[in-house]
């Protein structure tokens, strides 16, 4: 495992690009899964920056993304393709085509999780995944719950990250309730794993993650086991590991 703390976000979004960056140069043909919150933001900034600056090619990158609301379509400024076209997609050179995120839209679940889940198979497998973290421990939107999902699959909310996330909504009612996301399987099988964490709300999720016990209470736990784990936090998220640690 390889930890970065930087002293703020601005530096932690250069030094996830600049991994990113390396990941492409060495294989231009990088399958990335890729991440939605606030964490990444100033990631793609960096990389749209690298792209301008002529220092990365996307041309042949595919990218897949770890998660999309249900019921929400693509057009809608809260979708996560959204998100991807405007943070991102739209900025570079990577093909379109060559960028997946689950349907929102999709009338049959089972199909659409089938469907995503063999998209991730027939890719040959995600070579660098980036990672954001839930306060509650959440990755991609594996919830804290009994078991957790192996595969690509349909997740009811938790009332936390429901919460959390109606910072982007008018108003708590408009946050759906259920989302497509891969499962802790799909997103430990990556080559490697980069783990983006800002901020003291999340300082005790990034101690409970890399030093708590590895529980499907806390989904972000089974990063622990993984045999190429980045991660980058900032100051203000690294706090109560330095304190306790
Ligand atoms: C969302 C996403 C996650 C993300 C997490 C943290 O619910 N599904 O992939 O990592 O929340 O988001 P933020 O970076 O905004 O704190």
Do not use: W
Not at 154 to 175: G, Y
């Amino acid at each position: 495992m390889k930890v970065y703390v930087t002293k703020n976000y601005e530096d932690l979004s250069k030094k996830a690009a600049t991994i990113i960056l390396s990941q492409v140069v060495l294989n231009p043909y990088s399958v990335l899964g890729l991440a939605t919150g606030s964490t990444p933001i100033g990631t793609y900034k960096y990389l749209v920056e690298f792209y301008k600056n002529k220092e990365i090619d996307f041309s042949n990158v595919i990218s897949i993304n770890l998660d999309e609301y249900k019921g929400i379509a693509s057009e809608n400024n809260q979708s996560y393709r959204y998100f991807m076209d405007n943070h991102l997609f739209k900025h570079i050179n990577i093909k379109m085509e060559n960028t997946y995120i689950p349907d929102g839209l999709a009338s049959d679940d089972d199909k659409e999780c089938k469907r995503y889940n063999d998209l991730i198979t027939s890719l040959g497998g995600i070579d660098l995944q980036l990672l954001g973290i839930g306060v509650n421990g959440h990755i991609g939107f594996n919830e804290p719950s009994e078991y957790l999902e192996k595969y690509v699959h349909c997740v009811a909310l938790s009332q936390s990250t429901i919460d959390v996330n109606s910072r982007f909504f008018n108003n708590i009612d408009e946050v759906p309730k259920y989302a497509y996301s891969m499962g802790v399987k799909n997103i430990m099988s990556s080559n490697k794993i980069l783990l983006l964490v800002s901020g003291k709300s999340k300082a005790k999720a990034l101690y409970d993650c890399l030093y708590g016990p590895i529980t499907t209470m806390n989904p972000s736990s089974i990063l622990q086991l993984h045999k190429d784990l980045t991660i980058v936090s900032d100051e203000d998220a690294f706090s109560v590991i330095k304190q306790k640690v």
